[in-house]
């Protein structure tokens, strides 16, 4: 059965969190591309090397949305505890085709609980 486009999602962030690199790269097409406020169209073999790895920054890590917006376009807000102990929100615009993660975009929050 094949798998929906939120399920390939939450699939990713769970090898993320858990580092599992093996089952993370089969879910992630050999033509993707990554895109941050710090990275700009970065390629599969980029993402796996600077961002994958960065799992141990966080004390916790939650999804608070994955809601399909389209055919293929997955969009997914999420809130997590640094080390630091600061917390932040993002969401990711995430494109999954044919059961693969094709494109990321993430969008920078502010830190949750901040004051203006």
């Known amino acids: 059965?094949?798998?929906s486009r939120a399920?390939?999602?939450e699939a990713a962030f769970r090898y993320y969190w858990s580092q599992d690199r093996e089952a993370a790269l089969a879910l992630y097409a050999?033509?993707?591309s990554f895109t941050s406020p710090q990275d700009d169209h970065i390629d599969k073999a980029a993402f796996f090397e600077r961002c994958f790895p960065t799992a141990d920054r966080f004390v916790e890590h939650r999804l608070l949305h994955v809601v399909p917006a389209d055919e293929e376009l997955v969009?997914?807000?999420y809130e997590y505890e640094l080390?630091?102990?600061?917390r932040h929100r993002n969401v990711e615009a995430i494109t999954v085709r044919d059961g693969l993660i094709r494109e990321v975009q993430v969008f920078f929050g502010g830190r949750v609980g901040a004051r203006g």
């Open 30 to 32: 050999e033509d993707f």
């Open 75 to 77: 969009l997914v807000h």
């Open 83 to 86: 080390t630091t102990g600061d």
């Open 7 to 9: 399920d390939v999602v």
């Open 1 to 3: 059965m094949m798998k």
